[in-house]
């Protein structure tokens, strides 16, 4: 009997029933494996950063709401990033949108459960275009802008000042 808890196994490059083929998770109580392998896990953060085991009257008990906890740490201009004057200037889109939420590009809700009910991915890395057309993942632009395509996402973020070129990829 083991007292200690290891990483699903997977192979990259092969999309299989837990895993899209980069490894990252796509069902349901796979978010450890994500959170594990993310940098924010490397970095010190631990479930109980976020999360309170006691329950919350927020969505996920998270210790505070989704808008304001990702802004503890990480505001506008911050080491931690965005580094940007404002969230407008890091997401493009109105500060009170669903746009502007970091859990709408950096947690999307691409681990599924049963039907079509997803849960929220805890890799905290933005899903390009070009991870979306190699690898099958779900792109949280897409998930917003449901008819436009990874075209459409490339194009547009071509124009956005201050984005790192592999994001346009």
């Known amino acids: 009997m083991k007292n200690f808890w290891e990483l699903e196994e ?7 029933f837990t895993h899209f083929a980069d490894g990252t998770a796509h069902k349901n ?3 450890g494996n994500d959170f594990a392998q993310s940098l924010m896990y490397a970095r010190g953060v631990t479930c109980f950063s976020c999360h309170d085991v006691h329950g919350t009257g ?8 989704a808008k ?10 911050s080491p931690n990033g965005p580094h940007a004057a ?3 200037a890091h997401t493009h889109h109105r500060a009170e949108s669903t746009g502007s939420e970091c859990i709408s590009c ?13 849960v929220r991915s805890h ?18 632009c897409i ?16 124009g956005w000042q201050g984005v790192s070129p592999w994001r346009v990829n």
């Not at 008819?147 to 996402?153: F, I, L, P, S």
């Open 143 to 158: 998930s917003c802008h449901a008819e436009k395509n990874t075209a459409w996402v490339r194009e547009t973020m071509r």
């Open 29 to 31: 109580r796979m978010q």
């Open 86 to 88: 404002s969230l407008e």
């Open 123 to 140: 890799t905290f890395k933005f899903i390009t275009a070009a991870l979306t057309d190699e690898f099958k993942i779900p792109n949280p």
């Open 106 to 118: 950096h947690m999307p809700k691409i681990e599924q459960t049963i039907a079509d009910v997803n």
């Open 58 to 65: 927020n969505n996920a008990d998270l210790i505070k709401p």
């Open 68 to 77: 304001q906890l990702c802004l503890t740490c990480h505001g506008p201009n």
């Open 10 to 16: 997977h192979k990259l490059g092969e999309t299989t």
